[in-house]
């Protein structure tokens, strides 16, 4: 019985984070939801900065605080280790939750493309930014990454391994694709209002900060393996060490 439970309890959590992180490329997008990130303002700018700027902290810390090994160690003395990526999974859906019901949207154009084709450009680039954030997690173990296989794993009666170095497709060419998929999708809209350039600017600062902590974790885990990746490979900006080289 004990198995089903947590079966059932990473099923939930991850069905969960499916249907927030689709509403979330709406809400970015301004796509097919009743809130999105530019509806209409009901606050003043002030109070707007300083709601939405808390809100994303929330969400920062969440995913920061508990994806460190020591933070892992300390909360599985009372969360079973089975399900404890898919709570860090519901805890961080439901912060996105509270940022997109709580978000304040501000108003202001900072720049508005009306070119056809470039505003076409920019749709198919969002798009892809969010196709390479899905597809990088298959490429490493979507199921693993959102809790899914620790917990199919219990219900098997199997022990957890960890998931062995791998530099699949996108790997190979920037050490986060995942992290890049979003700086795209955030960054890339025809219409930049001030309330999407306060999100874009604060989730960007917040994966460049977070890098460092996850790469160092990284090098503690894999050692002179992920080393010797960081000295060949960047970290967002495909091809830029070639660039360097060459000039």
Not at 73 to 82: I, L, Q
Not at 132 to 150: A, E, K, M, P, Y
Not at 203 to 222: N, P, S
Request: aromatic share 18%; with cysteine.
């Amino acid at each position: 019985m004990k198995k089903v439970l947590f079966l059932l309890y990473g099923i939930l959590c991850y069905c969960l984070f499916l249907g927030t992180i689709l509403y979330a490329m709406g809400f970015v997008g301004n796509l097919f939801v009743p809130k999105s990130i530019d509806s209409e303002p009901r606050t003043s700018l002030m109070s707007a900065v300083l709601i939405n700027a808390s809100l994303l902290l929330l969400f920062a810390l969440q995913h920061s605080i508990m994806a460190r090994p020591a933070f892992k160690e300390w909360w599985t003395r009372y969360v079973p280790a089975p399900l404890e990526r898919s709570t860090y999974v519901l805890l961080a859906s439901l912060c996105l939750i509270l940022l997109m019901w709580q978000w304040q949207p501000m108003g202001g154009i900072v720049w508005n493309v009306e070119h056809s084709g470039l505003k076409a450009v920019l749709s198919i680039a969002y798009l892809s930014g969010w196709s390479i954030v899905f597809t990088s997690t298959f490429l490493i173990n979507h199921f693993d990454l959102f809790g899914l296989r620790q917990v199919w794993l219990y219900f098997k009666g199997k022990a957890y391994e960890p998931l062995p170095f791998r530099l699949p497709l996108f790997y190979k060419m920037v050490r986060h694709p995942l992290y890049l998929g979003f700086m795209i999708a955030f960054w890339a809209t025809p219409t930049m209002t001030m309330a999407h350039l306060l999100f874009a600017i604060l989730t960007t600062v917040y994966i460049l900060v977070a890098i460092q902590f996850e790469e160092r974790d990284l090098v503690a885990h894999f050692g002179e393996q992920y080393r010797r990746y960081k000295k060949w490979v960047p970290m967002l900006v495909p091809f830029l060490r070639r660039l360097k080289q060459k000039y």
